[in-house]
């Protein structure tokens, strides 16, 4: 196989040299390299309010996920009960239970879970609806 | 611009600037704006957005310098490589529909068998052949290639880049390069063949 410019190829050089004639010597705008200058320090300000190491950057957007997971977290805790999906399962796995269950079996049938508020509400809230 | 500003060494100008004289882009910029801006209007004709274009690439590489690599690539060669993928980004979304028609031509199928039964030989001797016919038509053969085929062409023809250079600048390998431009020879042959 034959390397760089070793093809003659007269006639393609000349059709091709005809047509990068036909492309006309870049001019470029007189406030060409202002504009530019002007983006290059916009981009240098930008990545100075960065943290310059790729550690403090990682940890920054770390951060930025764990605060929004946060908020969604506490948004979800005040929505009413009604369309809180969790609770009503919890209620549901309670009321499956017999109905003079303590407090106490009902923490060890929900192994998985700690010992919450959620429980305890739900089962109160059970023992005084259902064992009137 | 000082005298020793501008006699300043690639590699000093690129250590400079990532050692914080911001300022020093502008000389790089002045440097290599001119053919940068070459590359991409091969591209992009228009002139505004070759121009923002340009900017773009400027820009890109104005970000990416503490990539470059003075041991891997010159520093004209890697702005040409931002140029050469900024423009090809830029023509694909474009997709400009204008490419002159070529009635001309003969109808080149998909099928590649016709590239074995054609010569070296004959491909040297089309390709060679300057009558006013056989330009005319290769033109109009050019025209019908892809736009990264076309680069290809004017890298190693016009430009008189090594391989090893256009490499760098479109990413592709060597061999690619090299087995990608005999089809390019074998297919416009096989084109302007009367």
């Not at chain 1, 790729?54 to 369309?83: E, G, Q």
């Amino acid at each position: 196989m034959k390397d760089a410019n070793e093809y003659k190829d007269k006639a393609l050089r000349a059709v091709i040299a005809r047509k990068m004639r036909t492309i006309e010597e870049p001019t470029l705008s007189d406030d060409f390299v202002e504009r530019l200058m002007q983006r290059v320090e916009a981009e240098e300000k930008a990545a100075e309010r960065q943290p310059s190491s790729p550690w403090l950057r990682v940890v920054s957007r770390v951060s930025a996920v764990a605060a929004v997971l946060l908020v969604a977290f506490f948004i979800t805790l005040h929505l009413p009960s009604s369309t809180k999906t969790e609770q009503s399962y919890t209620y549901y796995n309670i009321a499956s239970l017999p109905k003079s269950s303590t407090l106490e079996q009902v923490y060890t049938s929900h192994r998985g879970q700690k010992k919450s508020n959620q429980l305890r509400y739900t089962h109160f809230r059970r023992m005084i609806y259902e064992n009137k | 611009m000082g005298y020793q500003q501008a006699n300043i060494d690639d590699s000093v100008l690129v250590r400079s600037i990532l050692d914080g004289q911001t300022g020093l882009f502008r000389l790089l910029a002045e440097r290599y704006v001119g053919r940068m801006m070459g590359m991409i209007r091969r591209l992009v004709p228009a002139k505004e957005d070759a121009e923002e274009v340009t900017q773009d690439a400027l820009l890109e590489a104005y970000k990416s310098l503490s990539r470059f690599d003075s041991q891997q690539s010159n520093l004209l060669t890697w702005l040409l490589s931002i140029a050469y993928h900024m423009a090809l980004k830029h023509y694909r979304k474009a997709s400009p529909k204008a490419s002159p028609k070529a009635q001309d031509l003969k109808f080149v199928d998909t099928n590649q068998e016709w590239l074995e039964n054609l010569a070296d030989d004959e491909v040297d001797e089309l390709l060679a052949d300057t009558s006013a016919d056989r330009l005319s038509l290769l033109e109009q053969a050019i025209c019908q290639l892809k736009p990264d085929d076309q680069m290809l062409l004017s890298l190693y023809y016009y430009d008189n880049y090594s391989i090893k250079d256009i490499s760098q600048i479109t990413g592709h390998e060597g061999g690619y390069l090299r087995s990608r431009l005999q089809w390019i020879r074998k297919k416009l042959a096989k084109m302007i063949e009367c």
